[in-house]
């Protein structure tokens, strides 16, 4: 992560398309709009909640706060994939907010999101894509999370988020960025 950028300098993204579906599927439907709601998600949606909603953590203990309560993906994602041989695109990874023009897995964690005219959600971390990627296309969860010249673990699969206050979210709205206070904390997997 770049420590050093300022605010001004993070170019605000757009929204290129919204998804949500009320099933546990591994993807999830395109819509024209999806309403957020305050502490617990998208309307309508199957991991929203105050708890985990993502069954297998559930399993594990279906009393911890639900960190993933919207799942965000930039659009780029889906290009570099395509290169790879990969057909991706919005709402197919299970994001409900596929954006542009914004590199969401710089971001610090904390970082706020302004989207369209009401709705503002909390970066909490990065998606842990599991095996049932590889399910929807053989071989991709490879490609979401290859390792650096270090050998660590990149998570491209997008980030997670809450939602501190609700409301409409449509395609081409604005993503406002607002970051935390600095020391940043680089985003972990949620």
Known sequence: M?????????QAGRVGAVSRDGTHRFSKDVTDVIT???GLGVEG???????????????????????????????????????????????QLGENITTEGLD????????????????????????????????FQPGLLKALTPR??????????????IVLRGGQVRVGDRVGVELPPQPWEALQRV
Request: glycine residues 8%; charged residues 25%.
């Open 2 to 10: 770049r420590h050093d950028r300022a605010v001004s300098e993070i």
């Open 36 to 38: 957020l709601l305050t």
């Open 45 to 91: 949606d199957a991991h929203a909640g105050t708890t985990v909603q993502h069954r297998s953590r559930v399993a594990a203990d279906p009393t911890r706060p639900n960190l993933r309560q919207v799942h965000l993906i930039h659009s780029e994602l889906h290009e570099e994939l395509s290169q790879q041989g990969f057909e991706v695109g919005p709402g």
């Open 104 to 135: 969401l897995l710089e971001l610090p964690r904390g970082t706020r999101l302004h989207l369209g005219e009401q709705a503002v959600v909390e970066v909490t971390g990065l998606r842990n894509p599991c095996a049932q990627i590889n399910a």
């Open 148 to 161: 650096d010249a270090d050998g660590n673990v990149m998570r491209k699969a997008g980030i997670m988020s």
